[in-house]
């Protein structure tokens, strides 16, 4: 799948992410008065999406040698 397919959903993923962080810490506080399970919570989620993003393998870029990259370059102010 081509990256500029994905970047919807990255950034609509990303975007809940951060809403969710904000709002599960205000309900924690509120509730719990510390943030000390959410600390857990925050460990647990960063490891599922660490182990949810091993399987994925991206193909290697080949890029064409272009002739201005094989050329030699002249230094400034030498005469050829």
């Known amino acids: 799948m ?12 990303h975007q809940v992410g951060g809403f969710l962080g904000a709002y599960l810490g205000g309900l924690t ?17 960063s490891l599922l999406a660490a182990i949810l ?11 064409p040698i272009i002739a201005a990259q094989l050329a030699p370059v002249a230094s400034k102010g030498s005469i050829a």
């Open 2 to 13: 081509f990256r500029s397919i994905r970047s919807p959903e990255v950034l609509l993923s």
């Open 29 to 45: 506080i509120s509730r719990f008065g510390d943030f000390g399970w959410m600390w857990y919570a925050d460990i647990a989620l």
């Open 53 to 63: 993003n091993l399987p994925i393998r991206e193909a290697r870029i080949e890029r």
